[in-house]
């Protein structure tokens, strides 16, 4: 299975700084097509989980451009610019390339 | 608007088995690949299996495969899981997901 690896965050995080979320995956997500297998959720408090960011790179609809994702085949990283209260949760990685899918641990995100 | 509503859940004692459904609206059901994913009380996320739109193709996490079963009614919208032998550590929520959509989860607690 590919293993994925979130990185934690410098708790809390100031409202209007930005804040890079980091994951890793044990095996290159970058497909011979050429689009990388990889989507970002964010969870909010007593919510379920919600598609931010799809193909490592692609917003889904509706998100807001202070999202932003990038990275390598196994290397990747969620940016969010101006932290709102809106953003509290826990953010989560998911590779989509093989079976079975997997999942992050998680990464929490805390607003000051 | 796209809306995913599980049920079936709750309490249910080891051994047992339980079938949880969820019903799909706001898109064309039969066109998509339909997924669960269940999320521990410690909120680790786990990817269970998907189901083609057709029905024709599944696929499973290895450590479940052999007790649970993904099965879906396109004229109904309607996406199943079907749980047998259940275990204390199949306690979690449960999430149908598809079109990039979650639903709202279904909570299912395995105990005597």
């Known amino acids: 299975d590919i293993v994925m690896t979130q990185g934690a965050l410098p708790n809390p995080v100031p409202s209007g700084e930005s804040a890079s979320i980091t994951c890793q995956s044990s095996?290159?997500?970058?497909?011979?097509?050429?689009?990388?297998?990889l989507n970002w959720y964010l969870q909010r408090p007593g919510q379920s989980p919600q598609l931010l960011i799809y193909?490592?790179?692609t917003r889904a609809s509706g998100v807001s451009d202070r999202f932003s994702g990038s990275g390598s085949g196994t290397d990747f990283t969620l940016k969010i610019s101006s932290v709102e209260a809106e953003d509290v949760g826990v953010y989560y990685c998911?590779?989509?390339?093989?079976?079975?899918?997997?999942f992050g641990g998680g990464t929490k995100l805390e607003l000051k | 608007e796209v809306q995913l509503v599980e049920s079936g859940g709750g309490l249910v004692q080891p051994g047992a088995s339980l079938k949880l459904s969820c019903v799909a609206s706001?898109?064309?059901?039969?066109?998509?690949?339909m997924s669960w994913v269940r999320q521990t009380p410690g909120k680790t996320m786990e990817w269970i299996g998907d189901?083609?739109?057709?029905?024709?193709?599944?696929n499973y996490a290895p450590s479940l495969k052999n007790r649970f079963t993904i099965s879906r009614d396109n004229a109904k919208s309607t996406l199943y899981l079907q749980m047998s032998n259940v275990r204390s550590e199949d306690t979690a929520t449960y999430y149908c997901?598809?079109?990039?959509?979650w639903g709202q989860g279904v909570m299912v607690t395995v105990s005597s």
């Open positions: 997901t598809g079109r990039m959509r």
């Open positions: 706001g898109f064309t059901f039969s066109d998509y690949w």
């Open positions: 189901i083609k739109y057709d029905g024709s193709y599944t």
């Open positions: 095996k290159s997500l970058l497909h011979s097509n050429g689009k990388t297998y």
């Open positions: 193909w490592m790179s």
């Open positions: 998911q590779q989509f390339l093989e079976y079975p899918r997997t």
